[in-house]
């Protein structure tokens, strides 16, 4: 298995532009988590889905960011309007039940 | 949540000792699993113990946990200068979420 990929790996957008981040967790895993790392906050957990139902969305800063997962091979996370302060590397991650989670190797976002 | 904190923040020995980190937690936990990450990469797995457990064994990792006290410790032996990473902790409940503190940076110079 490939592990989890996410795509772009890097990117770099204008304010206010829509910003689409991708994840193919790993095939058989039945729990994706979404998380963004900053110096300032440290890992924070966004969003996770179970079994490609949304179980909690507590951790999503705001409205501008929404999350999906229409079957068990795919997710994206998209924000929309993009703010400078949105700037950080966000993390896909999947798991079976509890053995541990296999993340991705992280999209770096700049929003300028 | 089954938030997990690592202290100390930063640690830095000598190639060859030993490294413990610290982890502290503030709910019931099914387990406690310990991950690295390197400059610019994902979190990585290093090892999961129960709930039920009270040391665990994988290499030159060993990990403790006293759910009386809510902690659990990370113990590298015998560091190497790849083993310079940051490292994280997190409680997994039976929702299966986990929440990380921000880790400890541990550099081993060689």
């Known amino acids: 298995d490939a592990g989890v990929i996410q795509s772009p790996r890097h990117e770099v957008t204008e304010m206010g532009q829509e910003v689409t981040l991708r994840c193919k967790p790993i095939?058989?895993?039945?729990?994706l988590f979404w998380y963004r790392q900053t110096m300032m906050r440290g890992l924070e957990l966004l969003i996770y889905?179970?079994?490609?139902?949304?179980?909690?969305d507590s951790g999503m800063p705001e409205d501008r960011f929404s999350a999906k997962m229409p079957n068990a091979s795919f997710s994206t996370l998209k924000i929309q309007p993009s703010e400078p302060r949105d700037s950080a590397v966000y993390f896909c991650a999947s798991s079976l039940m509890d053995f541990g989670y296999t993340f991705g190797s992280g999209t770096r976002l700049t929003v300028v | 949540s089954q938030q997990g904190e690592e202290d100390p923040q930063a640690l830095s020995i000598q190639e060859g000792e030993n490294a413990t980190m610290n982890c502290s937690y503030k709910?019931?936990?099914?387990?406690l699993q310990w991950y690295r990450q390197n400059s610019g990469r994902g979190l990585v797995h290093l090892i999961l113990?129960?709930?039920?457990?009270r040391e665990k064994h994988s290499g030159r990792l060993r990990v403790t946990l006293d759910t009386s006290k809510k902690s659990s410790s990370l113990l590298i032996t015998a560091s190497r200068a790849a083993d310079t990473a940051s490292y994280f902790c997190g409680g997994g409940g039976s929702n299966y979420k986990l929440t990380f503190g921000k880790g400890t940076l541990l550099t081993v110079n060689p």
């Open positions: 889905f179970n079994n490609n139902v949304p179980i909690d």
């Open positions: 095939s058989g895993h039945n729990s």
């Open positions: 113990i129960r709930s039920n457990e």
């Open positions: 709910t019931s936990i099914n387990n």
